[in-house]
C-alpha cells in the first residue's frame, strides 16, 4: 500500500503544492500514476477544507482520501488518520509527500525489493540527507505514530527508534528522482525536466 501526504502548508512554496500542474498534469496525479504498478492501494490525506486534485479515473478503485483530524500538527496525524483507510492484510507501506514530480516507477520499485525480510523501513537519502517521506515502511512501524503523538513526539525521525532501517542512496545517473519541490525555483527547475525529456 501506500500513503500519500498532501496536506502540508506549503509555506515555502506560497501555493498548495498537491495541486500544482506540469504539462496539465498535478504532481499529486503524476505520482498516484508512478505509484499503482506496484501497490493495492492508496491513501491520500489532505488537510481539512483542502481540494483533491484531480486523478486518473481509471485509479479510483485503488485510491481513498482522507483528512487530518486535527489540524496543523504535521506528518505524523497524517499517517495516523491514513492507516485505518489501509485493509489489515497490507503490511508494508510507502510513504510518500506529494511533491515528488520525477519519481518514476522504477525507483519505486528498487525501494520495494530493497525491503526484505532483514529490515523494517527502508529510507532513500542523497548527499547524507535521510528522506522519511520517500520510504517504506512495515505497518507496525507506521503504528507507532499514534503513542508518539500522545508523548507529544512529532518528529518522524523518532518512527525509526527500534527498527531495522535500510538507507538507499539516490541513483547516481538520475538523483532528481528523490527530490521534491519546496519552492518556486525548485519547482521551476521540475517543470524544465519534462521539458526536456519524453516523461509525461
Not at 509555506?11 to 495541486?19: E, V
Not at 506528518?75 to 519519481?103: E, R, S
Request: charged residues 30%; proline residues 7%; contains cysteine.
Amino acid at each position: 500500500g501506500a500513503i500519500i501526504l498532501a496536506g502540508g502548508q506549503s509555506s515555502r512554496m506560497g501555493t498548495d503544492k498537491a495541486s500544482l500542474e506540469i504539462s496539465g498534469k498535478s504532481i499529486v496525479e503524476r505520482l498516484l500514476v508512478k505509484l499503482s504498478p506496484i501497490v493495492d492501494e492508496i491513501v491520500v490525506i489532505r488537510a481539512p477544507g483542502q481540494d483533491m486534485p484531480h486523478f486518473p479515473e481509471e485509479l479510483k478503485d485503488m485510491i481513498r482520501e482522507g483528512w487530518d483530524s486535527v489540524k496543523g500538527q504535521g506528518p505524523l496525524q497524517g499517517i495516523v488518520d491514513a492507516l485505518p483507510l489501509l485493509k489489515p492484510k497490507i503490511n508494508k507501506v510507502f510513504l510518500l509527500t506529494c511533491d515528488l514530480p520525477c519519481i518514476t516507477t522504477e525507483w519505486l520499485q528498487t525501494i520495494k525489493d530493497v525491503m526484505t525480510d532483514e529490515f523494517d523501513i527502508v529510507c532513500t537519502e542523497e548527499n547524507g540527507i535521510i528522506n522519511p517521506f520517500l520510504a517504506i515502511y512495515r505497518r507496525p512501524v507506521l503504528e507507532k505514530a499514534s503513542k508518539l503523538m500522545s508523548e507529544g513526539k512529532r518528529r518522524p525521525i523518532f518512527l525509526w527508534e527500534g527498527w531495522r532501517m535500510a538507507r538507499l542512496s539516490a541513483p547516481e545517473e538520475t538523483p532528481w528522482v528523490c527530490r521534491g519541490v519546496n519552492t518556486p525555483e525548485e519547482f521551476k527547475i521540475a517543470k524544465k525536466y519534462f521539458n526536456t525529456t519524453k516523461d509525461d
